[in-house]
């Protein structure tokens, strides 16, 4: 038996626990750092709970994981007489209960004493936390839970591998927040940790990390999977060889305690899952309370990528119950293949060794492919998690258009994400339909680019194009213009009224619902260009136009029904766009759909063996390190 420091009680003064102090502790009463060792103190006594989402231990979750036996909690305290009770949280609880009968009552002391405190636990409780209780001030520090084990700590040297393209900022204070936090903090991880940061930019120092363990590798621009396969080799052949490598994006934040618990949680893994993945859940930047996924599957039936679990405010006691107790296999169809994605995941490399490296995809899907393609089972927990931008902020046709379509289509042939690829040609018709009914012909055509790529074969993707072609993507995808240029443009149009100053959300997201006449006119004529004789391009002029959100999977039907001209808006970032109908190009890129998918059905069979053929050689290290210069 060993015992092993899993996971310490955080506290922190960051912007995030200010603003959601409710992800660390719940208490009616000041309760704020001291300044002295890492102390808080409860400075008009009170209570303050610790059954949150960093600091209640997840029992449920180490049962099923580990080969955990028990569990204590360590903490020290001073000042007023007060009392450390445990607390547990069960599936259906209203709030945390707490267990009388394991309090530990403490007299007043002018000095730190230690507290231990055993935790109980059954089948019921799905998180074990504690509260501090004082009829005065009192402070603690060192707070950390304990778990013991059957038999030895596996060894693990972990490597974190994460891909940075100009994005200075985020990876230089991660670097510092890893060698901080971690390298020196003279704990069993401070010797069994290394990071590799690829930087595809180029526009790192390499010796800039001030500490060898942290590694700087200049690299072209072959994306985050050109950029995690770097990562892997090198953590593969660094002096004392990676038993795991933890991929993490560039642009996140992340709390060291998720680094330490997952490391942690590595040496008490049990039989069953020492080759999982270890998935990092993604919190919003933006809304910092917000879960928004940790794990994910391809839906069956539309082919694109779905949260395993509904969103959750981990701030909230409910919904950080709800995220232990959540049981995937009841809400992912029986068809359905789940994944990991890439802003944290935590890969065996005994996994890497066996199934290879990712697919030169570029950016999208690359992580997608690999978790499906290795069929492993999934470690997630609360606590284990990274900050991330939200999606909807940072929609990109150019990845949403041009690089889903193509990798979604390479990675059905080479690995099956869904059950047959007509998901995928569904998935192409739906993009196409949507953005040409908003007007958006440009983004229909890199669809199709993307499609016309896939349909080049493996060989296209096999060359150092992966670079250039997301460029073009980029540089051909809709372009939006600032507030004060759109203003201009709109009043040279005709686009009566039209003020970006003076938009609200609401203006921008608010749809309106169609009678039944109405969607019935949509539905035949794709919002007025089909089945319409030229020059007869809809109701109503330039004056009469909708306005709506450049979100590219919103469909606001209402707002654009009948009308000939669309203004699409990004708010954040105070740009936007003026469309107008073109029935003459919808009807091109018609035509070119219909030929792209009657060549692709004659060559289905074809496509299909050449991408299996390849795949072994795509995701072989030999093949990366001639692609990435390292051979």
């Not at 303050?48 to 029992?59: E, I, M, P």
């Not at 003279?186 to 990390?209: A, R």
């Not at 040496?267 to 996924?293: C, K, W």
């Not at 440009?442 to 080049?456: H, P, V």
């Amino acid at each position: 038996m060993a015992s092993i420091r899993f996971a310490n009680v955080l506290l922190e003064s960051t912007p995030r626990a200010l603003h959601f102090p409710t992800l660390y502790y719940r208490t009616d009463t000041p309760f704020r750092p001291t300044g002295e060792d890492g102390a808080w103190t409860l400075a008009e006594g009170g209570a303050v709970d610790f059954t949150t989402y960093f600091n209640a231990l997840s029992v449920i979750k180490l049962r099923r994981y580990t080969r955990a036996t028990a569990y204590r909690l360590r903490l020290q305290v001073k000042g007023a007489p007060c009392t450390i009770t445990q607390t547990r949280a069960t599936r259906l609880g209203l709030e945390p209960e707490t267990l009388d009968e394991t309090a530990v009552a403490l007299p007043q002391t002018a000095t730190w004493t230690d507290v231990v405190l055993d935790l109980t636990d059954d089948e019921q409780t799905v998180l074990a936390g504690f509260q501090l209780s004082a009829q005065g001030a009192v402070s603690m520090r060192d707070a950390y839970y304990e778990v013991d084990i059957e038999g030895d700590p596996r060894t693990v040297d972990l490597a974190i591998a994460t891909t940075t393209f100009r994005k200075e900022s985020f990876i230089r204070k991660n670097m510092q927040l890893v060698k901080r936090e971690l390298l020196d903090s003279h704990t069993d991880i401070s010797e069994h940790l290394t990071m590799h940061v690829v930087d595809n930019g180029k526009t790192l120092d390499p010796n800039e990390s001030g500490d060898q363990r942290i590694t700087i590798s200049p690299n072209e621009n072959v994306g985050g999977a050109g950029g995690f396969a770097r990562g892997m080799i090198e953590a593969m052949e660094q002096s004392t060889p990676a038993t795991h490598v933890l991929i993490m994006d560039d642009d996140v934040e992340v709390s060291p305690e998720s680094i330490r618990r997952t490391y942690e949680l590595l040496r008490m893994v049990n039989s069953e899952y020492e080759e999982a993945f270890v998935s990092g859940a993604m919190l919003n930047i933006e809304d910092t309370q917000l879960m928004r996924e940790d794990t994910g599957y391809i839906s069956p039936e539309l082919g694109v990528c779905v949260p395993a679990k509904r969103q959750m405010l981990v701030s909230q006691y409910l919904d950080v119950v709800d995220n232990e107790a959540f049981n995937e296999e009841e809400s992912i169809p029986a068809d359905a293949h789940r994944y990991a994605a890439w802003w944290y995941c935590c890969i065996p490399m005994s996994v890497i060794r066996r199934v290879g490296l990712p697919l030169p995809v570029f950016v999208r899907y690359d992580d997608v492919e690999y978790g499906i393609r290795s069929h492993p089972k999934f470690m997630t927990m609360n606590g284990i998690c990274v900050w991330h931008a939200k999606f909807e902020i940072r929609y990109n046709a150019g990845v949403e258009r041009y690089q889903s379509t193509r990798n979604g289509m390479i990675a059905q042939m080479t690995t099956g994400l869904a059950p047959d690829f007509d998901t995928f040609l569904k998935g192409l018709h739906r993009q196409i339909d949507l953005e040409m009914r908003k007007f958006n012909y440009t983004d229909a055509e890199l669809a199709l680019d993307g499609f016309e790529d896939f349909l080049k074969g493996p060989k296209f993707i096999e060359q150092p194009v992966a670079q250039e072609r997301f460029m073009r993507a980029n540089r051909l995808k809709e372009q939006t213009v600032p507030f004060d240029e759109l203003k201009k443009q709109a009043a040279d149009q005709g686009l009566v009224g039209f003020d970006p100053d003076r938009l609200t959300r609401q203006t921008v997201e608010t749809d309106r619902p169609r009678s039944l006449q109405e969607r019935a006119f949509d539905f035949v004529t794709h919002n007025g260009q089909r089945f319409v004789r030229d020059g007869q391009d809809g109701q109503g002029g330039a004056a009469d136009y909708a306005i709506i959100t450049h979100d590219g999977w919103a469909y606001p039907s209402g707002s654009i029904h009948g009308k000939n001209t669309i203004v699409s808006i990004d708010w954040a970032s105070r740009k936007g766009v003026i469309r107008h109908k073109d029935v003459k190009r919808y009807r091109e890129i018609v035509k070119r759909y219909k030929r792209d998918v009657a060549y692709f059905k004659k060559n289905c069979s074809r496509l299909e063996r050449e991408y299996q053929e390849a795949a072994p050689k795509l995701e072989s290290v030999g093949f990366w390190k001639r692609y990435l210069g390292m051979a």
